[in-house]
């Protein structure tokens, strides 16, 4: 399966300021996924990356607040912007493997706005 | 309606227990499911791939009904270290590289 490399693993930001996540795949992946999961909750999607396009974002999540770069077919980058503590959560991106057999996921970035 | 809904748990078992976990899912076009465990602080691990004719793995029996739109797990001879949340999860369509849905999860604690 796909190995992703994913950091920073954790972050305490200022409120206001903006945290950029990244995601480093060691195979070439056409779609790489960003996913939140707040305190006690499932994963939600926030975003679908495609290389060489904009991504597609999920009701609820603007590109204004996580603007998303996808230079290349292994590497992904999520900016948190303008963070508030309502954005305290873990963040997640994600790939596929190979049609139906899992997905894998990095590690996660643990977010603290304060 | 949820898109992909779990047991509420949590399950507190002993030791050796059997214990089954259910779930439906919303979306018919759904093709891909998958029981993926969440260990506190970690990101979620695949646990099996779930399929039409069922599988097994070890202490682990998944079971698929498409016309039910109805998901199982079952963990035999329950261990301490398989205390984890359990998540359902379908993907949202039929294409590949749809994201997934995931249910909320289901707390499985194995006391000793």
């Known amino acids: 399966s796909a190995v992703i490399s994913q950091k920073p693993s954790r972050d305490i930001c200022q409120r206001g300021t903006s945290l950029t996540i990244q995601c480093q795949v060691d195979s070439q992946v056409t779609m790489m996924f960003w996913y939140r999961q707040q305190p006690g909750q499932s994963l939600t999607l926030i975003a679908t990356a495609n290389q060489g396009s904009e991504a597609t974002y999920e009701s609820g999540f603007v590109i204004d607040k996580f603007p998303i770069s996808r230079p290349n077919l292994t590497f992904s980058t999520l900016t948190v912007s303008n963070m508030s503590p309502e954005d305290s959560s873990i963040y997640l991106c994600?790939?596929?493997?190979?049609?139906?057999?899992?997905?894998?996921f990095g590690s996660g970035t643990r977010l603290t706005v304060v | 309606r949820k898109e992909v809904e779990q047991d509420p748990g949590p399950f507190n078992v002993p030791e050796g227990a059997t214990v089954a976990f259910n779930c439906t899912y919303s979306n018919s076009a759904s093709q891909s499911f998958f029981w993926y465990r969440q260990d506190c602080r970690k990101e979620p691990k695949l646990l099996m791939s779930v399929y039409s004719s069922g599988n097994e793995d070890g202490r682990f029996t998944a079971q698929l009904n498409r016309a039910s739109q109805y998901i199982s797990l079952l963990i035999r001879d329950s261990k301490l270290s398989d205390s984890a949340t359990y998540l359902c999860v379908v993907n949202g369509g039929n294409q590949a590289g749809t994201a997934l849905i995931f249910g909320k999860g289901t707390t499985l604690s194995v006391s000793s």
């Open positions: 994600s790939v596929e493997d190979w049609e139906g057999a899992g997905y894998t």
